[in-house]
């Protein structure tokens, strides 16, 4: 089993920066992709990004166009997930994932173990 935990969420205004963190916890050794989710009412739960087995296997949504950067601390077991030029539309309980995949996955059932999520909110 791998706990997750999330950290960074918060207010932040259209344009502004944030960076959310998710460290993990336990069987570490049987992860090996990292993702970001997030979820709204409207959308439901998508992909953002992932971290593979190996830093060059990083993935984002075609939809970011560049504003998120994801990152991957091995030493420490954490992802982060660097965002840029926020807008309201990005405003969502984001989530943390893990799976057992060594190709990035983009499905939620791809990925075993969920952190609590955080919320981030976009807004003037």
């Known amino acids: 089993q791998v706990q997750l935990v999330e950290s960074g969420g918060g207010l932040v205004q259209p344009g502004g920066s944030l960076r959310l963190s998710c460290t993990a916890s336990g069987r570490t050794d049987t992860m090996n992709t990292m993702a970001w989710f997030r979820q709204t009412p409207t959308k439901g739960r998508e992909f953002v990004a992932a971290?593979?087995?190996?830093?060059?296997?990083?993935y984002y949504a075609s939809f970011l166009k560049g504003r998120f950067t994801a990152s991957r601390d091995r030493a420490k077991n954490t992802l982060y997930l660097d965002m840029a030029s926020l807008k309201p539309e990005d405003a969502a309980i984001y989530y943390c994932?893990?799976?057992?995949?060594?190709?990035?996955?983009?499905?939620?059932?791809?990925?075993?173990?969920w952190g609590q999520g955080t919320q981030v909110t976009v807004s003037s």
């Open positions: 971290v593979g087995a190996s830093d060059t296997n990083t």
């Open positions: 994932a893990v799976s057992r995949k060594i190709i990035v996955a983009v499905m939620p059932s791809d990925y075993y173990s």
